[in-house]
């Protein structure tokens, strides 16, 4: 099983400064990774795939980046909206598809 | 356009088994696989198994193996997660997700139905 670890647990950020989030893969994913978004009480939504691809809708203040084991997903100017969890998930091998424990971005 | 809307919150005892719905709208299930993932209190999220679209052939964690089964009806574009033998652990948020490429990430989600397992 692919084991996915995020750091840090907790991120604090002013608005318009930028974020900068990890996520490491035990073994490589090539570049076979998927960023989601989770506010309070709502399911995830997809925001990157193909570890920097965007999906449909999303922001461009949110970028990906990496491949192998080790990612990075960056919100370049935070905004209001953006407090939430983010989790990474590797769907390079599988089964198991796994996720990362999740980084919590809070506003300063 | 698409939406997932699962069926509503369930209470369980110790012991007993559950069975969630997810009817799609705006796509069909025999062309994009449904996985289903769930997510107990404050934690992350742990994938559980998936269906596929082409075949209906089934894919499970080895966590659940034995102890979950998947389902779908194509007639109403619904698709069932069925567990057994609940314990306090199984309490969580249950989702079901689109495939949207057969790479196994998830564009689109369900609300969550929300599983209790309590005495």
């Known amino acids: 099983e692919v084991v996915m670890t995020q750091s840090p647990a907790t991120l604090s950020v002013s608005p318009g400064e930028r974020a900068t989030l990890s996520c490491w893969a035990s073994q490589s994913v090539g570049s076979n990774l998927a960023w989601y978004q989770q506010k309070r009480g709502q399911p995830p939504r997809l925001l990157l795939y193909?570890?920097?691809a965007r999906a449909t809708g999303i922001p461009a203040r949110f970028g990906g980046s990496g491949s192998g084991t080790e990612f990075t997903l960056t919100i370049s100017s935070l905004q209001s909206e953006d407090s939430a969890v983010y989790y990474c998930?590797?769907?390079?091998?599988?089964?198991?598809?796994?996720f990362g424990g999740g980084t919590k971005v809070e506003i300063k | 356009q698409v939406q997932l809307v699962q069926s509503g919150a369930e209470v369980k005892e110790p012991g007993a088994s559950v069975k969630v719905s997810c009817k799609a709208s705006?796509?069909?299930?025999?062309?994009?696989?449904m996985h289903w993932v769930r997510q107990a209190p404050g934690q992350s999220l742990e994938w559980m198994g998936m269906i596929y679209a082409d075949s209906g052939d089934t894919k499970y964690s080895q966590n659940f193996q034995g102890r979950v089964t998947l389902t779908r009806d194509t007639s109403t574009n619904t698709g069932y997660m069925e567990l057994y033998s609940l314990t306090s652990e199984d309490t969580a948020v249950y989702y079901c997700?689109?495939?949207?490429?057969?790479?196994?990430?998830?564009?689109?989600w369900g609300q969550g139905t929300v599983v209790t397992v309590s005495s």
């Open positions: 998930q590797q769907y390079n091998n599988w089964p198991p598809l796994t």
């Open positions: 705006g796509y069909s299930l025999t062309i994009h696989s």
């Open positions: 997700a689109r495939d949207p490429t057969r790479t196994a990430y998830f564009d689109y």
């Open positions: 193909g570890a920097s």
